[in-house]
């Protein structure tokens, strides 16, 4: 079955130090691939997407993530942290349907 | 631009009870979405609608659940009867229906409690 793993359930970091988020997805065919963001007591909003084209995708507020075809992963990266990236980070696979298949989440907080 | 709204925002149930739950997609999505996200679970998708047909239901458990989008904007999703593990978040997305890898957009979701 299609599945996207996140590996990292809770991360906490101190501004200013570096963030990779790892992705991977199981599914050998075309995939679209997200990172959505919850920030406390908001909604769901898309962070970055990859469609084709360039593997390194740039998002908003600094994040970027790289698309690597072989080790089926996505991982979300951020050279510096601040303390309002606090949130819960989803990736996502869109495996050439509509259809959203989600990871379980990771949880960051930030701390000043 | 309006968001995805939803209503209630919470609702607490007893099990056995039925509930219902509202969404309204931003104006001009034909596509819309109710997925159900359980505590440390990412959102899992129940049921899609292209205008008022649904594409995929697959993961709805239609013994109990029900969705329906008549006239293919706002959309209601119902439980009879609830049980305690459909305690949960839902949440309503919507989006153009151009096609595999289109931005999804999320309401703020309804946040319910079976007991």
């Known amino acids: 079955a299609q599945s996207v793993s996140q590996h990292n359930h809770h991360v906490i970091l101190s501004e200013a130090a570096s963030l990779e988020l790892g992705c991977n997805y199981s599914?050998?065919?075309?995939?679209?691939l997200f990172w959505y963001v919850q920030y406390p007591g908001q909604h769901l909003q898309l962070l970055l997407k990859?469609?084709?084209?360039?593997?390194l995708v740039k998002g908003i507020k600094g994040f970027e993530a790289e698309f690597i075809k072989s080790k089926f992963s996505f991982n979300l990266r951020k050279p510096s942290v601040q303390w309002s990236d606090t949130a819960e980070y989803f990736c996502?696979?869109?495996?050439?349907?509509?259809?959203?298949?989600f990871g379980t989440g990771t949880r960051l907080q930030v701390f000043p | 631009e309006a968001g995805v709204a939803q209503s209630p925002r919470y609702k607490i149930i007893e099990k056995r009870q039925s509930v219902a739950f509202w969404c309204n997609p931003i104006?001009?999505?034909?596509?819309l979405y109710w997925y159900q996200q359980i505590l440390g679970q990412g959102p899992k998708l129940l049921i899609q609608?292209?205008?008022?047909?649904?594409?995929?239901d697959s993961q709805l458990p239609k013994d109990r659940f029900s969705a329906e989008r008549l006239k293919g904007v706002d959309s209601t999703l119902k439980i009879q009867p609830a049980k305690l593990e459909d305690s949960a978040v839902y949440l309503c997305?919507?989006?153009?229906?151009?096609?595999?890898?289109?931005?999804?957009?999320f309401g703020p979701g309804t946040r319910l409690l079976v007991l």
């Open positions: 997305a919507s989006s153009l229906p151009t096609g595999a890898g289109e931005t999804q957009y």
């Open positions: 599914y050998g065919g075309t995939v679209n």
């Open positions: 990859y469609f084709s084209g360039d593997p």
């Open positions: 996502a696979v869109n495996p050439n349907t509509d259809k959203l298949i």
């Open positions: 104006s001009g999505h034909a596509t």
């Open positions: 609608f292209q205008n008022n047909g649904v594409v995929d």
